[in-house]
């Protein structure tokens, strides 16, 4: 961090202070965190959830291990508690029971008998030596699982070249451990014949080299993350639980009326949240292509207001109007709509300039343009003919609907003008970064993450030119990337269960460690509070997720 002022330390030491001792006084659920190792504990997460609600509150103990629950935040009753520190669990007490008065409770934590059990995915991966490269292998994993099942398993090489990988390999990239799905077609630009069978076998190699199919232990000690301290305990989260454990909210925004809807990674319907009261609504969407892969991804808005979204394997654009609650689709053409049709993405940002609406399809890197009141769909295949696989991942267009687009595969974005169809390719600074999500600002600044380069972007469409910032630790491994009112860009990571936040101006950095274990995919800021307020979904969790930093 750089030195501050004298007085605008005094000052941030002062309001930092003053919203504690704020919170102290008027809390509901209050004590402190202690074991006998460490005795005070500053960084732990307390989670209060009541018996019957769908709702959890989490705070962070201070330096001194102190954790306040505000009033208002959690009302009187019984709570079950659970806690996060690495390292530890949470010995007594379990539930407790909230008074109207408010209730002071300490909480005796213990050594962890599992501390595998606890570990992020990141903190799988940095624990093993290894090359950068081979490690790598394990970024391919954690859409659907955590690596944990893999260093568990007892696979050897022959099992997984043969077996596990051909099988993994069959199921789309929504499936989970509760709900896989099965391709019906492989995507057109990715490895084959000789080439696939290479790469099944150095990943087989490296699997069996890391699990349990040879020894009893791991050869390896396990290197967990140090907790959270200063800024990163100024924080209060809550969480929302889903009805069924199969719901994947993969894409989770907020209305103007303070509204959260998700759009469900791998079921035929969008969902919507009332943050006051926890209530979950259900939209269910026909499937249009009957025994494909079912489900969701991109879940954008118009200027309007209205939700759009990329019905993937069903090969639909779908619009949903907030207004009267009706859906409206619009299926790709017969030549575009085959086998391994994906329509990921829709981007409706700047349809209000011509009435268009872009997205992309991941079955063969193409790029589609809808007009909306004819329905007529134009393609743009940018890569056709290449010798080496491409992946176009998502499509961001500017204030004047010309549309960007990252490509996962390489290290490039590239421009579609709206006007002429001319394509152009920038090349992103750092080699193999797997520019992935992204959004465009006021300015007209794209904003992505970087994937396999542990970073987040910015790409200045007016001067072209790239900006870039490390996020830590090593396989953060970013997915999107969105900037603030206040200049701060927000990203968060399948890997970490983290959340950052970075000041573009200062390059100061916070990172939030989330309550649980939180698969982050596509993140939204909510730039009407003060300060902003930030959203995602547990893509494996089934729960939303609401981040309130403190200061």
């Given at each position: 961090?750089?030195?501050?002022?004298?007085?605008?330390?005094?000052?941030?030491?002062?309001?930092?202070?003053?919203?504690?001792?704020?919170?102290?006084?008027?809390?509901?659920?209050?004590?402190?965190?202690?074991?006998?190792?460490?005795?005070?504990?500053?960084?732990?997460?307390?989670?209060?959830?009541?018996?019957?609600?769908?709702?959890?509150?989490?705070?962070?103990?201070?330096?001194?291990?102190?954790?306040?629950?505000?009033?208002?935040?959690?009302?009187?009753?019984?709570?079950?508690?659970?806690?996060?520190?690495?390292?530890?669990?949470?010995?007594?007490?379990?539930?407790?029971?909230?008074?109207?008065?408010?209730?002071?409770?300490?909480?005796?934590?213990?050594?962890?008998?599992?501390?595998?059990?606890?570990?992020?995915?990141?903190?799988w991966i940095n624990s093993i030596s290894g090359n950068d490269p081979r490690k790598g292998i394990l970024l391919n994993c954690v859409g659907c699982h955590t690596v944990e099942r893999i260093f568990r398993s007892k696979h050897d090489a022959e099992e997984f070249l043969e077996i596990t990988l051909p099988r993994m390999q069959s199921y789309v990239n929504q499936s989970i451990p509760q709900h896989f799905q099965v391709r019906r077609a492989e995507r057109m630009m990715e490895e084959r014949g000789d080439s696939r069978v290479q790469v099944y076998k150095t990943t087989a190699e490296y699997l069996a080299s890391i699990n349990l199919s040879s020894r009893p232990q791991w050869n390896f000690q396990l290197e967990p993350m140090p907790r959270p301290g200063g800024r990163a305990t100024h924080v209060i989260y809550t969480e929302y639980d889903l009805p069924r454990d199969t719901i994947e909210p993969h894409d989770v925004i907020v209305d103007k009326d303070g509204f959260a809807w998700y759009s469900n990674f791998g079921e035929q319907n969008l969902g919507k949240v009332d943050p006051k009261t926890g209530k979950v609504t259900e939209y269910q969407v026909p499937e249009h292509k009957p025994g494909f892969p079912t489900g969701f991804l991109a879940l954008r808005t118009d200027r309007d207001g209205d939700l759009w979204l990329g019905n993937m394997y069903q090969a639909t654009i779908t619009k949903f109007d907030r207004k009267t609650e009706k859906f409206s689709y619009w299926q790709l053409p017969k030549e575009q709509n085959v086998d391994a049709a994906q329509l990921n993405m829709v981007s409706p940002q700047s349809s209000h300039v011509d009435g268009k609406v872009w997205a992309q399809n991941n079955g063969f890197a193409g790029v589609h343009r809808l007009d909306v009141a004819s329905g007529k769909i134009e393609t743009w295949e940018p890569f056709k003919g290449a010798k080496e696989p491409h992946n176009i991942y998502d499509v961001i267009p500017d204030s004047k609907n010309n549309v960007y687009f990252t490509d996962f595969r390489l290290r490039h974005i590239g421009r579609i003008d709206a006007k002429t169809g001319e394509f152009k390719l920038f090349e992103v600074p750092t080699a193999a970064s797997a520019p992935r999500r992204g959004q465009m600002d006021s300015q007209d600044r794209l904003w992505f993450a970087q994937y396999r380069g542990?970073?987040?972007?910015?790409?200045?469409?007016?001067?072209?030119?790239?900006?870039?910032?490390?996020?830590?630790?090593?396989?953060?491994?970013?997915?999107?990337?969105?900037?603030?009112?206040?200049?701060?860009?927000?990203?968060?990571?399948?890997?970490?269960?983290?959340?950052?936040?970075?000041?573009?101006?200062?390059?100061?950095?916070?990172?939030?460690?989330?309550?649980?274990?939180?698969?982050?995919?596509?993140?939204?800021?909510?730039?009407?509070?003060?300060?902003?307020?930030?959203?995602?979904?547990?893509?494996?969790?089934?729960?939303?997720?609401?981040?309130?930093?403190?200061?």
């Open positions: 961090m750089r030195r501050m002022p004298l007085f605008a330390g005094f000052s941030l030491l002062a309001t930092i202070l003053l919203s504690t001792t704020a919170l102290a006084q008027n809390a509901a659920l209050s004590g402190n965190v202690s074991s006998d190792e460490e005795g005070a504990m500053e960084g732990v997460l307390v989670s209060a959830k009541k018996s019957g609600s769908n709702i959890t509150v989490t705070v962070v103990t201070d330096r001194a291990g102190h954790f306040s629950f505000p009033a208002g935040r959690i009302e009187p009753g019984e709570y079950g508690l659970r806690i996060r520190a690495i390292g530890y669990d949470l010995d007594t007490p379990k539930t407790i029971q909230v008074a109207a008065q408010g209730t002071t409770q300490n909480l005796k934590l213990r050594k962890t008998e599992d501390l595998a059990s606890q570990m992020s995915n990141a903190e542990d970073r987040v972007a910015m790409f200045d469409t007016k001067t072209e030119e790239f900006k870039e910032w490390r996020i830590p630790p090593r396989w953060s491994a970013p997915y999107d990337a969105v900037l603030d009112k206040n200049d701060e860009v927000w990203t968060g990571s399948m890997l970490t269960d983290q959340v950052t936040r970075l000041n573009t101006k200062t390059n100061e950095m916070v990172q939030y460690l989330l309550p649980r274990s939180t698969n982050i995919r596509r993140v939204f800021v909510d730039n009407t509070t003060t300060p902003v307020t930030f959203w995602v979904g547990s893509n494996h969790g089934a729960s939303i997720v609401k981040v309130e930093p403190l200061d």
